[in-house]
Structure formats: C-alpha cells, structure tokens
C-alpha cells in the first residue's frame, strides 16, 4: 500500500501518468461540453454569457439563468413596442394621390378612348367574321 502520491508515482510511474492523463482529458471535455453549453445565449446578453464562461458558471447557475431571462424580457418588450408603434411618418411625403378635378377628368377621358378603341377594334374583327 502506497502512503503518499510521490511513493505511488515513484513505484507505478505508468498507472500515475495514466490517470492522470485520463483525468486531464475528462477534464478538457467538461470544460468544451460547459462552455459550449453557455455560447448559445451569447446573442441573448452577451456580457453575462462571458461573465459566465470565464467564472467557471454553468447553465444551472441562478444568476446567470436570471440575467438571461432579464434579458430575454427586455427584448421582448421592445420587440412589442416595435411592433405596436405605428410605421414612421415622413411629413414631406404625400400620403395619397392629390385631389384636383383635372386628374379625374383626364382619368374619365382615358377610360372613354379605350372604350372606343376596344369597340372600334370589335367592329372590325365582326366585320372580319372573327369575332
């Protein structure tokens, strides 16, 4: 029976590396599963996901599930407002076509030619016997 880790390491240098480098790479691997586990609320409130990734946090963590969904409110709250406010205005712009007199009037002249010409065009292709 070994009574320090250097008696351990001295005796079985083989299983101590072993372990060791068993335990190192466990390691790495939770460390990538945690921090990739947080990356995807970085578009939500970057500053807490970082906060997060470099205190060791996990998603489990109450305060960084609080700031995430503190800032998932505020987003949906101006997203709302976005959404209810009226379309911007621009006061220079015309909002429907000007009301004159002469543009109806022109407008009823152009309908009456095309009615003569669609029913020249008819007379002819009746004459024609195409019609």
Not at 33 to 41: A, D, E, K, M
Not at 99 to 112: R, V
């Amino acid at each position: 029976m070994f009574k320090t880790i250097d008696e351990f390491k001295a005796q079985c240098p083989e299983i101590y590396n072993g372990v060791k480098d068993d335990g190192k790479n466990i390691g790495i691997q939770e460390e990538k599963t945690r921090v990739n586990s947080l990356i995807p609320f970085l578009d939500i409130d970057k500053k807490a996901t970082i906060t997060a990734i470099i205190n060791g946090k996990t998603i489990a963590d109450q305060e960084f599930q609080s700031a995430i969904l503190m800032a998932k409110v505020k987003s949906q709250e101006i997203q709302t407002m976005q959404q209810e406010n009226p379309p911007s205005i621009d006061p220079k712009a015309e909002t429907h076509a000007p009301e004159s007199p002469k543009e109806e009037l022109n407008a009823e002249i152009e309908q009456k030619q095309k009615e003569k010409e669609e029913k020249t065009v008819n007379n002819i292709l009746a004459r024609l016997g195409l019609k």
